[in-house]
C-alpha cells in the first residue's frame, strides 16, 4: 500500500487541532501553529518573539509563560447561552436559562471580569465567604446578578451575606443540611430570603469526579434530611423562600446520557417538592458538568447534546407526571465549560537527553555482537505480536539487569538494546497489525526514547496531571508539516518523577499513522497513548510546546513544588480594530515570595525561579 506524504492536514488530525475546543488553533503552510482570533491569525512564534521583545530583560521574564486569552471566555458563554437557546426553541422548552459562573473554577480578575463583561445577564456563585467578599466587590456596580452561595456556612458567613442582601444584592443560600437550615431560619427573614436546595444527585456517573455524585456525595442534603429540611422550612413559615432545586453530578461527564437521567431525577424531585408546598420553586441548579474535549475525541456538538439531554431530561419527566407542574427554569453552573479554553501554558524546550546511545558503536565484546545477531535473526523471522513480545522481553532480560562488569559494557549493552527496539518496532510496522490492545504491549514497545526538559513545573502549572491523572494535549509550536521523526516526554525541571507528561492521545484513523522512526501517531478506534510527536529532534532545543485548555481549575490547586512558582502571566487580545495586542500582566512569581509563604520573612531576592534562557 502506498503511503500518501505527510501533510500540515495530518498533523492537524494527530494533534485535534482546528477541531472541538481547539477549535482556535491551526497551522500554516510552513508547519507554524497558529491562534485565531476573529480573522486574525497569530502564530505562536510571533507571540513568544513578542513577549521576548517586551520583557526578555525585565525582572520576572522566564523564556516559558501563561498565555490568556479572555476572549476565549466570552465565545465560551455566548457559546453556552446560544446552546440552551437553540435546544430550547428544538425542544420548544419554555422554561428560561440563567448562567452561573462558579468563581473557584478560576478566581483570577482577569477571568471573573470577562465573565461579567460577556454577558449581563450572567451570574456567579460563592463557595466559601472569601469567594463571596470576591463576588462582592466585582459586582458592587452589578447589583442585578444573580449570586449563589454554596458552600459550609459558619455564622460569619451569613453575616456576610445578611449584609450584601441589605446592601441590596441578589443572593440565594444553599441549603446543605439540617444544621445550616437550623441556622438559616434563625438568622434571616423568610420574606426577603431566597433559598436554594442542595441535594445529592442519586445516580452514578463515571469519571474522576465521580465520588461527587451518589450516596456518598460530601455534599447536597440525603432524602432523610430533605425531608426533616421540607418540614422545618414550613414550620418556620420558609417554605415560600424555595426557589431552586440544586445538583451537581461532577465535573467533565463525558458520558452525555447521563444528562437525561440527571433531568429527569432532579425533575422529579422538583415535582414533588412543589407538590409537598414549596409552591415557588421554580428553576433547577444543574450544577457543573459541562465537559470540555481535552482529546479532541468526541462529537463536534458536545454542548448542544449536554443542553438537549437536559431538557428533555425534564420535559420526559414533567409528562410522565402528566405535566402538572410548570416546565422549571434552568441554572447550568459550568466552570469549566467557560474557562478551560482561555488559558495555555508556552513552554520553552531546555534540551533533549536520549535514554540510549545514538549511532552505531564497535562492540569489542563478541558473544555481544552474537547475542545480537542472534536476537535480529529471531526479530526478522517472527510472525506474530505474541512471538514479538517473547523475543522482546527475552532480549530485555538477557541484556538489562544490573552488571558489575564496567562501565563499557554497560554502554554496549545499552546500544544493543537500543538497536533491538528500534528493529522490533519497524518489523511490527511491516506487520500492518490494525491495533494493539494491550495497553502493557503498547508502552513497552513504544515508550519515547527521548526526554525533552521544559521550563516548567507540572505541579505549578497543570497540577491536576498529577493529581487526578487529567489529560492535557501537548503540541509543538513548529515543523507540524514535516512527518514526525519520533515521539518524547516532556519533562519539567523539579526534582520530581511526576513531573512529566508523556500521555498523548491517538486520534482515531483507519488505519495506524506511523512516525518515522515506526512509533504509531493514530490508532484505530482511537486510543490513549505515551509519546508526544515532534517534526524534527534536532530542533527542539529553544523550540517550543503550547498545553491549551489549562483555564479551569489549574490557577486555583497550583503548587510551589521546589519553590518554582507561577510562570508569567502574559494576554492576547483582539483589539476593536481588529489588531492583536500582547500584554505582560504579571513577571514569574518571585523566589522572595515563594520564601515568604515558607516562613523566610527576610530573604530579599527579586528573581525569577526558573531556568534564565
Ligand atoms: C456546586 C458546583 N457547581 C459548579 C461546579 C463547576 O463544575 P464544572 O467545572 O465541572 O463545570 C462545581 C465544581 O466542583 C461545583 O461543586
Partial sequence: MIEHPWSVDKSKTVFGIDRNDLHFLDITDNGDLYIKLGD???????????VKSMNGNQVGYTSSFTLRIPQLITYQIKKIRTTFDLAFKELAYSGEFIGIYPVKVNQRSDFVTAVL????????EAGTKAELQLIKAVTKHEKHRHIICNGAKDPEYLRLIQECLDDG????????SIHEAQLVTKYFKAENTNLVLRIKPYLSVEGHWSHSTGRDSKFGLSIHDLYNVVDLLKQTGFAGSVRTILGHAGSQITNIEAFTRFGRFMTKIYSELREMGLSRLDAIDFGGGLAIDYKSAYPPDLMLQYARNIVSGIKEQLKEDHNRQPEPNIMIESGRGVTALAALIVVQALEVRSVFPTGSGRYETESTLEKEREYLDRIDKATSLDHMVDIWNDFHEYFGGMTLAGLGFIFEKEMVIGNLERTVRSRLREMKLDSYHSDR???????????????FSVFNSIADYVLVQQHFPVIPTRDLQKHPQTTVRLVDITCDSDGEISNFYMQNTEKIWFSEDNRPLTMPGGKMGEGIPIGVLENIPSSYFILPLVGAYQDAIEMDHNLLGDLPDVELRLQEDNTWKISWITGAEPIENLLRDAGYADIDIDEDPYMSS
Avoid at 117 to 124: H, I, P, Q, V
Avoid at 169 to 176: K, Q, R
Avoid at 441 to 455: C, D, K, M, Q, T
Fill in 40 to 50: 486574525q491569525r497569530i502564530t505562536l512564534q510571533d507571540v513568544i518573539d513578542t
Fill in 441 to 455: 504491549l503498547a508502552r513497552s514497545f513504544w515508550y519515547p526514547e527521548h526526554i525533552v526538559i521544559g521550563n
Fill in 117 to 124: 463583561r460577556s454577558d449581563f445577564e450572567y451570574g456567579l
Fill in 169 to 176: 444584592y441578589d443572593i440565594a443560600i444553599s441549603i446543605e
